[in-house]
């Protein structure tokens, strides 16, 4: 596998255009994680989903590699499935840290992968990484866009120098 700077615009076309498929999905995740934590997460417009994927591609340097863990996932197809079963795991915890950033939203990406996973479920036709990807791209964009209470002010654990 080849990738060049069209084949990443490529990609980023083609997580455009899955964008209803995986805000459904994104915001069904917030929704039961909302559910199991006790508190309301707001949900992610279409609109906001598509400006962070901007966002993330406009990184060059994440973005080539989105867009092979995209890619991967999009052509990986095991026969019966089972036996791929780690290796699209895999790619779509990494794919879902990357999209979420450093330390420690790749970590709650990486979970939220696979809570992502149990509610996607690919047609018979599809390939078998396609629904740990739908997986991997709502875990990694729940993570990063704001929505969280938790995450919306200062971290009480900042420390400032100057007022030490």
């Known amino acids: 596998?080849?990738?060049?700077?069209?084949?990443?615009?490529?990609?980023?076309?083609?997580?455009?255009?899955?964008?209803?498929?995986?805000?459904?999905?994104?915001?069904?995740?917030?929704?039961?994680?909302?559910?199991?934590?006790?508190?309301?997460?707001?949900?992610?417009?279409?609109?906001?989903?598509?400006?962070?994927?901007?966002?993330?591609?406009?990184?060059?340097?994440v973005g080539v590699n989105v867009a092979a863990y995209v890619g991967l996932l999009r052509d990986l197809d095991v026969a019966d499935d089972y036996p791929g079963f780690v290796v699209d795991e895999v790619l779509g915890r990494e794919l879902a840290a990357t999209i979420a950033g450093g330390q420690p939203l790749s970590v709650l990406a990486q979970a939220t992968f696979h809570i992502a996973d149990v509610h996607t479920h690919g047609a018979g036709d599809d390939a078998a990484g396609l629904d740990d990807l739908d997986a991997a791209l709502a875990a990694g964009f729940q993570t990063r866009l704001p929505g969280w209470d938790w995450r919306a002010g200062e971290s009480p654990f900042a420390v400032d120098p100057d007022e030490l």
């Open 1 to 61: 596998m080849e990738f060049t700077a069209d084949r990443v615009v490529a990609e980023y076309e083609w997580i455009h255009q899955r964008t209803p498929v995986t805000v459904s999905l994104l915001n069904e995740t917030r929704e039961y994680l909302g559910r199991q934590f006790d508190t309301v997460v707001d949900l992610v417009t279409q609109e906001a989903y598509r400006r962070e994927v901007d966002r993330v591609f406009a990184d060059g340097e």
